[in-house]
């Protein structure tokens, strides 16, 4: 039995807020019924997004719906707030934060008072101060970005196929993606083996007159499938007609064109930014301490450091990697870590509710699977490793059995079967971006003007 009421505030609903807090209402699940544990999840999304699923999401394998998971359902004996929290003063135990009424109210933020933190806010794209990233640029860590990317690149190929402009048709059918690590490269992968199956449909765009380009500013991709199978890769991306380009960095993309450090100049339409990530901003409004790097500093219990009462984990959190030879190395931000994390978290916060002695967080990365588009995949885990379609089939199988609940795996599975059997879905549908605009337009109005998809836009 726990000594006191305890109010657990869950900062984030992805892989370690959603997996945290689904520990916390099964092992405290007596506590919660009598009222002397209350867990709030605070998160700006009513989903968390398995985000591994994001470059088949993009490739049309899976339905956007079907790569999140609504926590108010798998979260019942908890309290969802959709919102954002935009600062902690965990000396008083107060987070504030902001819903989507809150501006409507007029009110400002919200304050939350609480008696254990879990932050897990996990990470942000970073990027740098490169010309025309910001205004051009796109990332790939959300759903909404995913399919975002799917709708436009089908819509190059839309105007790529009705231009009688050269330039307009060489810009659109260029596709440049920044970052060799597992979400630029199954993203691009992906999305490249779409479109090259779309590309029978038209009758002027063939896979040849397409330009895919990944730029890597290392000397190696998909380092998390170790240095092998990222040759591997870089050969079979190559064999793809992609031009893959190590040792080079994205220098400018304003006017549309993408410039190079090789000297290579890319007009295009579609840059897209996976250079790696950075803890999410917000734990720099708190009173906790960071790493150099900007990460929440943890012990090997998931505490933060010299905070009692205060726990994190996943990519926002700087633990240390107690399997490692060198004294120092923190987990990597990922998945596989996140995941065992949370529960590692769950059970100490119950632990030190009880008064019981705490867990240490100890896993050894057992390598990676990565998916190369349909029937095409990369693996080494455990020390195997795996090409083509062996790879491909083992990162199905591996992914189906973590994809939160039976409900979605069944879902998925089903999808995966069917497309088996039918032909592969080629639409764009990124008119869903603007559901006014057509009635804005037969109300009278002026239709929206989709900088993206103007050709006068482009260079
Ligand atoms: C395309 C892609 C593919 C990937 N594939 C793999 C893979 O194959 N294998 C692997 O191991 N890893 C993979 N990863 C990495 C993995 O998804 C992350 O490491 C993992 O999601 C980290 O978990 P997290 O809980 O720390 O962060 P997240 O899962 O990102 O969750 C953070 C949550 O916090 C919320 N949040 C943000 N700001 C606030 C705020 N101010 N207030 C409240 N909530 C907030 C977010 O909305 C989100 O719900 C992939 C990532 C991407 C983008």
């Known amino acids: ?29 007596p506590e919660i019924k009598q009222g002397k544990v209350e867990v709030t999840v605070v998160t700006p999304d009513s989903y968390m997004t398995y985000q591994p699923f994001l470059p088949e999401a993009a490739a049309g394998s899976i339905s956007p719906r079907h790569v999140v998971v609504p926590l108010r359902r798998v979260l019942d004996g908890c309290r969802v707030v959709v919102g954002e929290v935009r600062s902690i003063d965990h000396a008083k135990r107060t987070a504030t934060f902001t819903t989507l009424a809150t501006e409507d109210e007029g009110a400002g933020r919200q304050q939350l ?23 051009h640029a796109i990332g790939f860590k959300t759903v909404e970005e995913a399919i975002g990317l799917r709708n436009h690149v089908i819509e190059q190929m839309d105007i790529a196929s009705s231009t009688r402009d050269p330039a307009v048709r060489d810009a659109a059918l260029t596709f440049v993606f920044v970052g060799g690590g597992y979400a630029g490269v199954e993203a691009l992968a992906e999305l490249e083996d779409m ?26 991709i998909l380092p998390e499938v170790g240095e092998e199978m990222g ?11 992609i031009d893959v380009r190590l040792h080079t960095r994205l220098e400018s993309c304003a006017d549309r064109t993408a410039v190079l450090s090789d000297g290579a100049r890319f007009p295009t339409r579609t840059v ?53 030879d060198t004294p120092g190395t923190e987990t990597a931000p990922n998945a596989q870590h996140a995941l065992r994390q949370a529960k590692v978290l769950a059970e100490n916060i119950a632990r ?17 699977v990565a998916s190369l588009g349909l029937h095409k995949g990369v693996a080494h885990v455990y020390g195997r490793r795996l090409k083509g379609y062996p790879a491909w089939f083992m990162h199905r199988v591996y992914h189906l059995s973590r994809v939160p609940t039976f409900n979605r795996k069944a879902r998925v599975l089903a999808e995966w079967t069917l497309s088996g059997l039918f032909k592969r879905e080629i639409v764009s549908l990124g ?10 337009l037969a109300a009278g109005g002026k239709p929206p003007v989709d900088s993206d998809n103007d050709p006068k836009g482009s260079s």
């Open 431 to 440: 008119s869903l971006e603007h559901p006014r605009a057509e009635f804005e």
């Open 272 to 324: 897209v930014w996976t250079a790696g990530v950075k803890p999410n901003p917000v734990v720099a409004a708190t009173d906790l301490p960071l790493t150099e790097r900007g990460r929440l500093k943890c012990t090997a219990e998931l505490q933060i450091e010299g905070t009692p009462h205060a726990w994190a984990a996943g990519d926002a959190a700087a633990v240390p990697d107690v399997t490692a």
């Open 231 to 241: 040759r591997y890769t870089v050969s079979q991306l190559r064999r793809r007609n």
């Open 1 to 29: 039995m726990v000594k006191e009421r305890a109010r657990i505030l869950v900062v984030g609903g992805g892989y370690v807020g959603m997996y945290t807090a689904l520990r916390l209402q099964k092992k405290l699940k």
């Open 113 to 135: 008072a609480y008696d254990e933190l879990v932050l897990a806010p996990g990470s942000v794209s970073r990027t740098l101060p490169i010309p025309g990233l910001a205004e």
């Open 195 to 220: 479109a090259r199956y779309a590309s029978r449909y038209y009758h002027n765009v063939r896979p040849e007159d397409m330009k895919w380009i990944l730029v890597e500013a290392s000397d190696r």
């Open 352 to 368: 030190s509710l009880h008064g019981e002695p705490l867990q240490t967080y100890s896993h050894k990365y057992v390598g990676s």
